[in-house]
């Protein structure tokens, strides 16, 4: 059998990845992040400590966090972590809600721990190839779910906004605009979309807009470059929102991490 991996390593695709890491620690008491994703963490080692909002810590082998999770402390050591995250607009996302509420940390089941973990072990000891690691992601997020089970469907004036922020760039995008293509007012839309969505339609507007950058990083562009692409007003503000989607800071995620796209 081959080494086991020394360094981080994360696989990106359309707007989900996998990461493996052998070991994490997440410190974020004074500036703790959301992520507008579903996030399956498993343990093939030693277990990990989460701390929830409510200051309970938690000791897991593995868990799925809901959308928009406080994530204040996370530590692992000696784990062999699998950490599996799909965001708000992809269908791994819209199956996992079925196993996991807006806000909430759930424990894995022994039977979901049992198959997960078989899924994952062997792979700290093999270098994936990019199509592996998609595979290794399908299976872990459709040994929790049923992809057969329908998703509820969103008010049509929400959908229509989805795809309005899909086309445009973030400097193009306010919310009295937004309002006004639906006829809302913005407070109302505010709610809609949070009542439908589980997050401020602001902080999707940024998520998504994050997420449109990746394949310009995996092109080369440089960190400036890609926030004027994108659309942010500059580099401070792409790196504030990349921390709030990521956890890290641009920089780090490359000073820190292997990483395949």
């Known amino acids: ?51 929830r909002e409510d200051n309970e810590t ?33 269908t791994a996302y ?3 809600m079925q196993c996991v509420g807006p806000n909430d940390t759930r424990e894995l089941s022994p039977n979901e721990l049992s198959k997960t973990q078989e899924l994952c072990r062997q792979s700290f000891f093999k270098e994936l190839s990019i199509g592996a690691a998609l595979t290794l992601f399908n299976a872990v997020v459709y040994s929790l779910c049923d992809p057969n089970i329908s998703t509820p469907a969103l008010d049509p004036r929400v959908e229509n906004i989805i795809d309005i922020v899909e086309r445009s760039r973030a400097d193009e995008l306010t919310i009295s605009t937004l309002a006004e293509k639906v006829n809302l007012s913005e407070s109302r839309l505010r709610s809609l979309f949070k ?9 999707y507007i940024r ?15 440089n960190f400036t470059e890609v926030a004027h692409e994108s659309g942010f007003h500059d580099l401070a503000h792409y790196s504030r929102t990349v921390s709030e989607a990521m956890g890290a800071s641009p920089s780090n995620i490359r000073k820190q991490l292997d990483i395949f796209f």
């Not at 080494?3 to 974020?28: A, C, G, H, M």
């Not at 507008?36 to 989460?50: A, E, N």
């Not at 897991?60 to 599996?84: C, F, K, W």
């Open 195 to 203: 009542r439908d969505m589980h997050c401020t339609l602001s902080q």
């Open 58 to 90: 938690l000791t897991l082998q593995g868990a799925i966090l809901g959308p928009n999770v406080e994530r204040t402390n996370i530590y692992a050591e000696d784990s062999d972590l699998t950490i599996i995250d799909a965001f708000i607009t992809t």
């Open 207 to 221: 998520s998504v807009s994050f997420w449109k950058s990746i394949p310009l990083l995996a092109q080369g562009m």
């Open 1 to 51: 059998m081959a080494n086991k991996i020394t360094r981080p390593r994360i696989y990106i695709w359309d707007r989900y990845f996998l990461k493996q890491d052998l070991s994490l620690v997440l410190e974020r008491n004074e500036s703790p992040y959301r992520r507008l994703s579903v996030t399956i963490i498993i343990s093939s080692g030693k277990p990990f400590v989460v701390t």
């Open 94 to 96: 819209k199956d996992l």
